[in-house]
């Protein structure tokens, strides 16, 4: 079966909505008022959050390597002083080089390309 880039394994929520609350993440916001935001639990937040976290340094180094092999004048991005941070503005910077190169595509969000680029394992308990 292949599972649509809107979606991330083993996740009822839309890869969109997931994304939202890892850029509040990376902005420095809890995961309460992420929750409340977005109108999930908490408990579903902060799932999402650990297992983003765990990943983060594996993560940011695959979109950073997406960023490169894409893109023919890379600008890596600044260094944000955490780990989701630097994650988050990875996956962004990977996403600016794909609908870049190929803007035939049409309009993607960066946590589609993301759901794209790891077969939808970003948050699985195992990455695919």
Same mark, same amino acid.
């Given at each position: 079966?292949?599972?649509?880039?809107?979606?991330?394994?083993? =996740?009822?929520?839309?890869? /969109?909505?997931?994304?939202? &609350?890892?850029?509040?993440? $990376?902005?420095?916001?809890? #995961? =309460?008022?992420?929750?409340? #935001?977005?109108?999930?639990?908490?408990?579903?937040? =902060?799932?999402?959050?650990?297992?983003? &976290? /765990? =990943?983060?340094?594996?993560?940011?180094?695959?979109?950073? +390597?997406? +960023?490169?092999?894409?893109?023919?004048?890379? #600008?890596?991005?600044?260094?944000?002083?955490?780990?989701?941070?630097? &994650?988050?503005?990875?996956?962004?910077? $990977?996403?600016?080089?794909?609908?870049?190169?190929?803007? #035939?595509?049409?309009?993607?969000?960066?946590?589609?390309?993301?759901?794209?680029?790891?077969?939808?394992?970003? +948050?699985?308990?195992?990455?695919?």
């Amino acid at each position: 079966m292949l599972l649509p880039v809107l979606a991330l394994l083993r =996740r009822a929520d839309l890869a /969109e909505v997931i994304g939202k &609350a890892l850029v509040a993440r $990376a902005c420095g916001t809890g #995961q =309460r008022p992420i929750a409340a #935001q977005l109108g999930r639990p908490p408990d579903t937040v =902060r799932g999402w959050l650990r297992r983003f &976290a /765990e =990943r983060a340094n594996g993560l940011r180094v695959l979109f950073t +390597l997406v +960023l490169v092999a894409v893109s023919p004048d890379p #600008q890596v991005p600044a260094a944000t002083g955490s780990a989701v941070g630097d &994650a988050v503005a990875a996956v962004v910077a $990977a996403w600016m080089a794909v609908v870049g190169w190929w803007p #035939q595509i049409g309009a993607v969000s960066p946590w589609q390309v993301a759901s794209a680029v790891t077969s939808g394992g970003m +948050l699985a308990p195992t990455m695919s």
